[in-house]
Structures are given as C-alpha cells and as structure tokens.
C-alpha cells in the first residue's frame, strides 16, 4: 500500500488558475443589489454613524450614487426613504402620496438610469408612520393585519405609477402579497414584479437600519416578523407567498440565516434573494477599522457565502464597491 494519500484535494488549490477553474460559486455584479436611502428636504448627503461609508441621499447625490452603481454593473436598486418627521402620522400617509419622497426619489432615478438596471422600491409603513410600526394600529395598539392590507395596496398603486418596476413587500403581512397583487391586476399592472420579504426575522441586525430611515419605532415586531429560532414556519410564509403570487422571495438577514436560504433555494421554483443587513454591514466595517481582519477578503466572503448557500440576488450596502473589486 502506497504511504502516500491517494487522493490529494490540494492539486486544485495549488495556484489561482487552478482555484478559479473549479471554483464552485461565483459572484457577478448583475447578482447584486444596492439598498439606497434618500432624506426629504437634505440639502448635501448625510453620513450614517453606525454605517461607514452609506449616507442618506439628497435627490441630486442619490441619481449620481445610482449612475455609479449602474455603471459597475449592479443588478438592481431598492430605495427606501426617510421623510421629514412633520410628515409622519399613524396612518403612514405620505407612503401613498404621489408626491412623498420616495415616489419622487423614484421618478428621478428612473429619469437617470432608465431601463440599465432595476428600480426597486420598499413598500412598507415602517418609514411613513409615527408609531414606526409596519402597519396601521388598531384601538388597541396592536397592528391591524386587514387594515394595513389596504394601506399596502395603495402604496403598491402609487410606487408602480412613480416608476417602480419591483416592489419589496417588506411589512410581513398575512396575506401581503395576495392584496397587492390584487390591486396592481385590477389596476392592469401585470408587469410589476413582487419581491416578498417572505421571512423576515425579528433580528437584532437591524440596529443600523433603523439609525438610517430615523425609525420611530416603540417596541419591537415579534407579533408580524419570524422568531429566530424557527426555520419551518420561515418555508411555510415563503410557501404562502409563492401561492399569493410573489415573483421572487427574500431571507433577512442573511448571514445568521444561511441554513434558511438554502432550504427557501431548494423549496421554490422563483428566484431567491437574501439580504446582508445593517448589523451584517456594521459588523465587518467595525473589525476592518480596529485592524482585526482584511476588509476587502471579508466583504468577498459574507457575500460568496450568501450566493453559496443559495440565493440568486444579495442586496447588500457593498454592492457597487463590490461589483467594482469583481471587475
């Protein structure tokens, strides 16, 4: 018997041809998406604390930001905004007005970039409403599923007219994607895509994000989004989804949830998007400043890691920075 290994793994690591040659999973810029945040009334962009490196944007920054990412070849934009605190109410009313940032922020950026990449838009009250709850509260101060349903399908109306071409159904409704869906089909808008955030987990990731929309919230969302300790009952609201008619179904976060992507890839025929979060994002920018680990290799990594467990689109802060190191 030979005293060597007969199989010997380490011949196709042995240099960077070889190691890109049978690399497994890949990451293309067109894979990625760019979450973008622009601020009623700023007059220069405005640096997040807790996010090195993300602001939020002023009209004018947020159509340059946009041209720039659409120039590395990033895949899609998704655009929340941050409205003036005078234009919160409970209802979330400046979510539907023709005329609120976001449906503006939209016109513009699709006056700027057109059909290079895709414009996508949240659609949730969370940013809108001064309780800084994803729905419409009822007498006694619990979310109203039905009520916030009809809030939704106006806000699915108003971001589709504004230009929108996917709407990111983000509030984790019952029966979310089934009334949007609705509306857009009665209003003849069979071309807008619907990407259900079909398992959003009530994370602690989310610190950041809530810093760079200037949330409102009191309390927390553990009665609409998905306790972390279950996967199943994630497979179960993505199963729903699919059903009500979502084009694509996302996992938030991402990184703590990889075991839930894979199963959401291997349960569904739609495309599957993962998002790495605030937290995610914060994390890395925090160790690369203290000098404990390689930025650059980190940011590589988290978002290979995603793609390898599954999913076909990762919306992440890095993504034009990536799609620039990619090509």
């Not at 040659?21 to 810029?29: Q, R």
């Not at 944007?57 to 934009?77: D, F, I, M, N, Q």
């Not at 984790?172 to 955030?197: F, I």
């Amino acid at each position: 018997m030979s005293p060597y290994p007969v199989e010997r793994p380490r011949r196709l690591r042995s240099t960077p041809a070889l190691r890109r040659l049978v690399a497994e999973t890949s990451i293309e810029p067109r894979h990625l998406v760019l979450p973008m945040f622009v601020k009623e009334g700023a007059a220069e962009p405005v640096p997040i604390r807790s996010m090195p490196g993300v602001v939020q944007h002023t009209r004018e920054s947020l159509r340059k930001a946009a041209a720039e990412a659409v120039g590395a070849g990033v895949g899609g934009l998704m655009l929340f905004a941050v409205p003036e605190e005078s234009s919160k109410d409970p209802l979330g009313r400046a979510g539907t007005d023709p005329d609120g940032i976001l449906q503006v922020a939209l016109r513009d950026v699709v006056a700027e970039v057109g059909d290079a990449t895709v414009v996508m838009s949240d659609l949730c009250l969370d940013e809108y409403t001064s309780h800084g709850h994803c729905g419409v509260l009822g007498p006694d101060g619990t979310v109203d599923n039905d009520a916030s349903l009809a809030r939704y399908a106006e806000m699915g109306l108003v971001q589709a007219a504004a230009g929108s071409a996917v709407l990111g159904l983000s509030g984790m409704m019952d029966g979310q994607v089934g009334a949007v869906r609705s509306a857009l089909d009665l209003a003849g808008r069979y071309d807008v895509v619907l990407l259900a955030y079909a398992s959003k987990y009530a994370s602690s990731f989310y610190g950041p994000f809530r810093e760079a929309v200037e949330s409102s919230l009191v309390g927390d969302r553990r009665t609409y989004q998905v306790d972390p300790s279950n996967g199943i009952e994630a497979l179960r609201e993505v199963e729903l989804d699919v059903a009500e008619g979502a084009d694509i179904v996302m996992v938030k976060p991402a990184l703590s949830y990889l075991d839930v992507v894979r199963q959401v890839r291997d349960a569904v025929t739609v495309p599957v998007a993962a998002y790495q979060v605030s937290g995610e994002y914060a994390m890395v920018e925090a160790a690369a400043a203290n000098g404990w680990l390689d930025r650059e290799r980190a940011i590589v990594e988290t978002v290979t890691s995603i793609r390898r467990a599954g999913a076909d689109l990762v919306f992440t802060y890095w993504a034009t920075e990536l799609a620039q190191i990619l090509r």
